[in-house]
C-alpha cells in the first residue's frame, strides 16, 4: 500500500535562518551595504512505537534516517551615487554550505561547496524617461564531496543589458540577461531507493546549467484601468533535469528552449 507507506514514520525538524543587515554612508554619493546570514534544515525520521506486527509483515520500513543542511553566507556592496545621472553597484556574495544527508551516496561524507560572486550594476539616465541598465557578475563555486573524490569547480560570467522608458503612464522595456546555476549537492551525489524500488541518482559528471533570456514588455496604467503584455524566450544550455530512466538519474538536457507571452489586465 504505498500510500500507507509513511505510515508509521515520524519526524523531529529544525529549521531556522538568522540575519544581520547593515548599512552607513561613507560619504556623499558613497555608502556601504552589509548582510551575514546563517541557515540550518536539519530533520530526523524514525519509526514509532506502536507499529502493529500485522503491519509490519506486509511492509518494510527504513531504519532511521536523518537530513541537515548547514549554510553559512556573506554579502556587501557598495552604491555609488554621486554622478548626476550614473549610479553604480559594485560588491560579492560568498558563501559555505554542508550537507549530511543519508540519502546522499554513502562513499562520499559530508559533501560541501563554497561559492563566490562578484557583480558591478549601473543605471544611466538617457533623459526623457530613458534609461540604460548594464550588470556583469562572475561566479565561482567548488564542490568537494569529500573521502578525497575528485573536487569540482564551476565558472561563469553573466551579462545582463536592458532599455527601458518611463512615465507617469506607461513603461517599456526591452531586455538580454545570461544566467548560470551550478548542480546542487543533490544533482552530483544523491542515491535513494524510493518505497516503490525506484533509484533515483545523482551525477557527478554534471556540467553548470546556463539560459539567455530575452523580454519585450509593455505596461500602461491610469485611472480607470492597468494593462500589460510581455514577450520573453529562454535558450538553455547544458539544462539539469532529473531524467526517468533505470535508474532515474541527473542529467544535462540539451535543445531546451522556453517562450511565451504573459497578459495582465486589471480593472
Known sequence: DLDNSNKYRRSNRLSQYVQMKGFYPIVTGLSMAHSIFYNQFATNYSNRNDIPNNWLETHTLDAETSYEDVNYGLRSEMIITRYS???????????????????????????????FGSFLQSQYSIGSGFSFNTGIRYDYRKTNPGNNFQKRIYTHISPKLSLSYNNLKESLSISYSNGFRAPSISELYLKHTTTYGLIVAGNPELLPESVNSFEISYKNSNNNYNYGIALFQNKYVDMIDFVYDLPTRAKNREGVNGSGIEVDLSL
Do not use: A, C, H
Open 85 to 115: 545621472r550614473w549610479v553604480f553597484m559594485i560588491g560579492y556574495d560568498m558563501d559555505l554550505s554542508q550537507s549530511d544527508v543519508d540519502l546522499l551516496n554513502k562513499i562520499y561524507e559530508k559533501p560541501s561547496q563554497i561559492t
